[in-house]
């Protein structure tokens, strides 16, 4: 997995970090790391410089503030393409995505998926240490994005998956405009739109034990919005952005 970057965003996650940078590097000997840090206050930029001095498949891109999820990974998409990666995975830093199931998604990309989504609302599909509550918004979320945008993805709102980067080649990324984690949920729409072949993978998916979610009530009133803006321009073919076809 030497053209693979894996992008893990962080903001305040200073215990976290070490150990899924380490859990990430084991996965698979090639792979390459891109920790995308928001200026976070405590420390957690200075722990992942630390760890890029140590390894060199290992490399930190420093942002002012914090921006949300949508700009962090759009400029690491960035970063992707001008250090010639052929595939960007993404992951959370909080250990909730096991980076053991990477070689998984790469195997579907390999196979032919442009995106390679690790999916826990499929057959072998879990979740771990999640209240009820928890289930059911996630879950609910997928199914009224999914319908509303005609889809046809289980998990679309999930945060664990890997891109074919040439499948995004003619995209302006400064015309995702998703700040919170509706990010995830836009760039699954548009890669439907653009033909991707997108396979879903069933993952665990545990909930964190160090640090706080990020998860506000603006970022799920974002998604709420957003996704029913997007179902009505699905539906009347007057999308805010030039679709690329990619076949």
Partial sequence: MKDVVVAIPTYNEKDNITPIVMRTLAADPGMNILIVDDNSPDGTGRIADALAAENDRVHVLHRKGKEGLGPAYRAAIQWARDNDFAYFAQMDADGSHHPEALPALYAANQAGADLAIGSRWMAGGDTENWPFYRRWLSRGASIYASVLLRAKIKDITAGFRIYR??????????????????????????????????????????????????????????????????GIQTRTGRLPFVVEKIR
């Fill in 165 to 230: 980067l040439a499948s995004l080649a003619n995209w302006d990324l400064d015309s995702i405009t998703s700040a919170g984690y509706c990010y995830q949920i836009e760039m699954s729409w548009r890669s439907r739109l653009s033909g991707f072949t997108i396979t879903e993978v069933p993952i665990v998916f545990t909930e964190r034990t160090e640090g706080v979610s990020k998860m506000t009530g603006n970022i799920i009133g974002e998604a709420l919005v957003q996704v029913f803006r997007w």
